[in-house]
């Protein structure tokens, strides 16, 4: 597609359900990132993928965070338990560099999900 | 820690005026630096993205610079305009790391 697509665009869950958020970046774009934005707060980098690869989840919340990306494209941000302190924005991007640090890697967003966990 | 701040953290300037936005980062290990526009309810937009070699970019009314010594970019917009109203987040990326500011609100008014 043209840009980063994410679904759903928005997610009303009871605590304890598990959620999937589902990101497809841009066509050809090698390097997938995942962030959170709880109301009131700053942006939250959660994690990042290298192809299917992700070098650091140490940004992840908790252990019931996980993601994965399965070939090279679509990335699913998978959320299990779920607690009221989940309810954020979670935003998808991607960016055409394999290696986070390289210099020209722009990083396009996605429109996120906003979640909400009653 | 690695910490990303942002002064002010809300701006209300009349339609016309020139303005600049402040980001300040800890620890210089950068690769890049990068501003983005958040519109509510949107997503983020990519502003302008500054190497860790340079010193500044420029697109439009926009100009940012970067001054690893002292840990400072600043975004300076020329001629504001009310469609500028937004949020503008700054974003440093180390190797493996990518940290953003709080923001800046600004809304410009007509």
């Known amino acids: 597609g043209a840009g980063v697509s994410q679904s759903p665009s928005n997610k009303v869950t009871e605590k304890g359900k598990d959620v999937e958020l589902r990101c497809d970046p841009i066509s050809g774009h090698t390097a997938l990132y995942w962030y959170r934005q709880s109301l009131g707060q700053g942006l939250e980098f959660l994690i990042y993928f290298q192809g299917n690869s992700a070098p650091d989840k140490s940004g992840l919340p908790s252990d019931r965070f996980s993601a994965e990306r399965t070939g090279g494209s679509v990335s699913t941000l998978t959320i299990q338990r779920t607690q009221q302190e989940d309810s954020a924005v979670y935003l998808c991007a991607s960016s055409p560099g394999v290696v986070l640090a390289r210099a020209k890697n722009i990083q396009y967003f996605g429109a996120g999900t906003r979640l909400s966990v009653l | 820690k690695q910490e990303v701040t942002q002064i002010p953290a809300a701006l209300s300037v009349p339609e016309g005026e020139n303005l600049v936005l402040n980001c300040s980062f800890t620890d210089s290990a950068i690769y890049n630096l990068q501003w983005f526009r958040q519109d509510p309810g949107k997503g983020l937009t990519s502003l302008l993205l500054i190497q860790s070699s340079q010193r500044e970019q420029t697109s439009g009314r926009l100009n940012a610079s970067l001054d690893k010594s002292s840990g400072r970019s600043t975004l300076y917009i020329a001629a504001s305009q009310p469609g500028d109203s937004a949020t503008y987040l700054c974003?440093?990326?180390?190797?493996?790391?990518?940290?953003f500011g709080p923001g800046t609100s600004l809304s410009v008014i007509p």
């Open positions: 974003a440093k990326t180390s190797y493996d790391k990518v940290i």
